[in-house]
């Protein structure tokens, strides 16, 4: 072999196998298990492969190269965005001359993975034709450790298995030569079948109540979801395989609305529907003004929910019914009309049951409609938080905590305490809305709970305080949403006299240096203080 493989961790950008877009602070490790380089067989196909992990297209063209040929002077060349050198391309090309077939065919069939992958994903996509489950495994057996890296990115509580990421020089002779065969369209087929069963798998973890667990699942599989997510990886199949990326797409719903990555969601599935062949179904619709709204788009989402509620009628989805009125309700809530919103969450609380199999359930709706009675109706208000524990006392002994539910439930608790003169218990409740609303990711609801905090922190003398809160919503804002979010109405009459207090006690030029302060400091850091 011409180069052994160095690596010191991970890679540089994106860990292939972790979670994608960000750690989560829930991966007990990401990092090799093996320096194979020091593996001291001149065999080792591993040795072939680089550090750098990439984000790819497992569908297109011959394996996804790109740029290919734009060399420096060394021979390197561009393989999924990452610099591999001619050397390694030929060790691994030369350690595929050396394997039998079901070790070549395996190979070629494991390079259409974008991230790492466990035994039982490369069972379910690479098992077909003469290549059967049994041999599968032994053919893994063999491959594993001459061109495949363990990776252990598991999180806390997962049941323990070998986890493995394919090098970028090993990934690329394989999909070269699975175009070659002529495989590559069945094979994108199957990984894209694996992929919407895994994103059911995230998805009845959400609505069991792991919901921390769902989300890390997701980021952690998001280089091979986002393939399968772009109908344009293979060519459609007949049938149900039509609509399998809005499929995935849906059942993700959760990380898109509720765990920061509004804009991700709404570009997916606006090209995912773009390509449907059919009538957007309900649930999709429901999705797109989900995420209007969360991105301060309320008009945006006026139509969508319109059309959403005429293709819910039209497919008889009684279940999208529900999540129709939830989402006005929260619409109505955010444009500040709190009796229409009441009443739209009492409709959404007719239509749930107790555990539903898709979208948020009724523990949001008995948040929203406290929400909405905080400051008109408070013991309205809190008979509503009061069913909240009934309603998770209701579900099986195996399920978890809606914690995103919880989250604007303290919000709620806050505005009530707030309005009964107990400042310091609605702070404390406040703070806890927005660590909640971090620990899950959620920009728009971190921005309202530090609001919230930042408006009692001032009626408690705090007002230096107050503002750092307020330079890290601005910063999370137009980081996240742009310039052309627009808050909900309570937010924004909260900010306007929060901004009006704070000119009066600190003054213009104190006042933008602690906008700064927090602004460098972070919601995170800033959650932390009491």
């Known amino acids: ?49 680089n550090g750098a992990g990439g984000t790819g297209n497992a569908g297109g063209g011959a394996g996804g190269v790109r740029g290919a040929g734009a060399g420096d002077p060394a021979g390197t060349e561009l393989l999924w965005g990452e610099p591999v050198t001619a050397g390694q391309l030929a060790a691994a090309e030369s350690g595929y001359a050396r394997c039998g077939p079901d070790e070549r065919l395996l190979w070629e069939r494991l390079s259409v993975f974008e991230g790492a992958f466990c035994r039982d994903a490369v069972r379910e996509v690479c098992a077909s034709g003469t290549l059967s489950p049994a041999r599968v495994r032994a053919a893994l057996d063999r491959l594993a450790p001459l061109a495949l890296l363990p990776v252990d990115d598991l999180f806390e509580g997962e049941e323990d298995e070998p986890r493995y990421w394919m090098p970028l020089p090993v990934r690329a002779v394989g999909a070269r030569r699975l175009t070659a065969r002529g495989d590559r369209r069945s094979v994108v087929l199957h990984h894209r079948r694996w992929c919407a069963r895994l994103a059911r798998r995230a998805a009845d973890r959400w609505q069991s109540g792991r919901q921390l667990d769902a989300r890390d699942l997701a980021l952690r599989e998001l280089p091979d979801l986002a393939v399968a997510m772009d109908p344009t990886t293979a060519p459609p199949s007949p049938g149900a395989e039509d609509g399998t990326a809005v499929e995935i797409v ?67 989805d009684d279940r999208c019914l529900g999540l129709l009125a939830q989402l006005r309700g929260s619409t109505a809530l955010h444009r500040g009309r709190t009796r229409a ?62 914690l995103w ?126």
């Open 341 to 402: 919103a009441a009443a739209e969450f009492r409709e959404a609380l007719a239509l749930t049951e107790e555990s539903p199999e898709f979208g948020p359930g009724r523990e949001p709706a008995w948040a929203g409609l406290a929400l909405a009675l905080a400051r008109t109706d408070p013991e309205s208000a809190r008979e509503a938080l009061d069913r909240l524990p009934l309603e998770r006392a209701g579900r099986w002994a195996w399920s978890g905590r809606d």
């Open 250 to 316: 849906v059942s993700l719903w959760f990380l898109w609305a509720v765990c920061g990555r509004v804009a991700e969601g709404r570009t997916r599935l606006r090209h995912a529907l773009a390509l449907h062949p059919g009538p957007p179904p309900a649930r999709a619709l429901w999705l797109a003004a989900h995420l209007e709204l969360e991105a301060g788009r309320p008009e945006d989402a006026d139509p969508l929910l319109v059309r959403a509620w005429a293709a819910a009628v039209r497919d008889g």
């Open 1 to 49: 072999m011409t180069r052994h493989l160095r690596e010191k961790g991970r890679p540089a950008g994106r860990p292939a196998g972790g979670p994608a877009g960000g750690t989560t602070g829930r991966v007990r490790r990401i990092g090799r298990v093996r320096e194979a380089g020091d593996a001291g067989d001149p065999g080792d196909v591993g040795e072939a492969g």
């Open 405 to 530: 539910a919880e989250a604007w439930a303290h919000h709620a608790r806050a505005e009530l305490l707030a309005g009964g003169g107990e400042r310091g218990r609605a702070a404390d409740h406040a703070r806890r809305a927005l660590r909640a609303h971090l620990a899950l990711g959620s920009a728009a609801g971190a921005s309202c709970a530090a609001e919230l905090l930042a408006e009692l922190r001032i009626a408690t003398g705090r007002p230096v305080s107050a503002a750092h809160l307020l330079g890290a919503v601005d910063v999370l804002r137009s980081s996240v949403f742009g310039e052309a979010h627009r808050p909900a109405a309570s937010s924004a009459a909260a900010r306007k006299r929060s901004e009006r207090s704070l000119r009066e006690a600190l003054g213009t030029a104190e006042l933008r240096r602690a906008y700064e302060e927090g602004a460098h400091l972070g919601l995170f850091a800033l959650s932390e203080e009491f």
